[in-house]
């Protein structure tokens, strides 16, 4: 732990002294390259974001990972576990899950506000918010669009949540602005991991169309790292 502590805070040191441009190229060269970030990498989590194999690092499988939802691999090293054991008790990690927990508490105060209320999560990944929900649950929810551009999620949603009236959408960000994707009459319109990703303008026309998806009354949530979260550097 005084190992991994001593690099996440000098990382975000680095990246705090270093240009953009700078900080891109030290984290993507000298870091990547650095003999000691191949033994970083046999923490799975670690692992998976460095590989990336959905096209981004907070996939779907990468936050289950966070949540404690599936086990770690069975080839994990012991060097691995201990790992992990600092980096999914990191400030982002716990905010995340802090993230997972809100969200469901939010769909809550969304039942106790309207009656089966209708809501659209964009970017919906593995919807794991819906399995801490006493509303989802307890079958309080009306409609429930789950949007995603990963089919691999999409499917993981179909087979886990469809008995809670869990309807499927294919799209990203870009259908949505384009107008392929059309979504209208929701009470709640949230967005967990997907901000991270967008450029400011794309983010202030995503957020546009979400309000315009709502009843009269109705809610848009979305969530954001923010910038400073100690382990930047690290992440």
């Given amino acids: 732990p005084e190992a991994?502590?001593?690099?996440?805070?000098?990382?975000?040191?680095?990246?705090?002294?270093?240009?953009?441009?700078?900080?891109?190229t030290f984290a993507t060269r000298t870091c990547a390259e650095h003999p000691v970030a191949a033994l970083l990498r046999e923490d799975p989590l670690t692992g998976r974001c460095a590989a990336q194999p959905r096209g981004y690092a907070g996939d779907a499988g990468t936050l289950d990972l966070i949540y404690r939802a599936v086990p770690l691999p069975d080839d994990t090293t012991a060097l691995g576990a201990a790992v992990h054991a600092y980096s999914v008790e990191?400030?982002?990690?716990?905010?995340?899950?802090?993230?997972?927990d809100h969200l469901a508490r939010t769909l809550d105060a969304a039942a106790a506000r309207?009656?089966?209320?209708?809501?659209?999560?964009?970017?919906?990944?593995?919807?794991?918010?819906?399995e801490r929900s006493r509303a989802a649950l307890d079958g309080r929810l009306g409609p429930v669009l789950a949007l995603d551009q990963d089919a691999r999620?999409?499917?993981?949603?179909?087979?886990?949540?469809?008995?809670?009236?869990?309807?499927?959408?294919?799209g990203s960000v870009r259908d949505i602005l384009a107008?392929?994707?059309?979504?209208?009459?929701?009470d709640l319109a949230y967005a967990a991991g997907?901000?991270?990703?967008?450029?400011?303008?794309v983010a202030c026309r995503l957020t546009a169309r979400l309000f315009a998806m709502l009843r009269p009354g109705g809610r848009v949530l979305v969530a954001n790292?923010?910038?400073?979260?100690r382990d930047a550097g690290y992440m």
């Fill in 225 to 229: 790292f923010c910038p400073e979260v």
């Fill in 153 to 170: 999620s999409l499917a993981y949603v179909r087979d886990a949540h469809a008995e809670r009236g869990v309807t499927t959408l294919p």
């Fill in 194 to 201: 997907l901000y991270d990703y967008l450029p400011l303008p």
């Fill in 90 to 100: 990191a400030p982002a990690c716990r905010a995340v899950r802090w993230r997972r």
């Fill in 114 to 130: 309207v009656e089966r209320p209708r809501v659209l999560s964009v970017a919906c990944g593995h919807l794991r918010e819906l």
């Fill in 4 to 24: 991994m502590e001593l690099l996440a805070t000098g990382l975000r040191a680095v990246r705090g002294e270093l240009a953009p441009d700078a900080w891109a």
């Fill in 179 to 186: 107008g392929r994707v059309v979504v209208e009459g929701m």
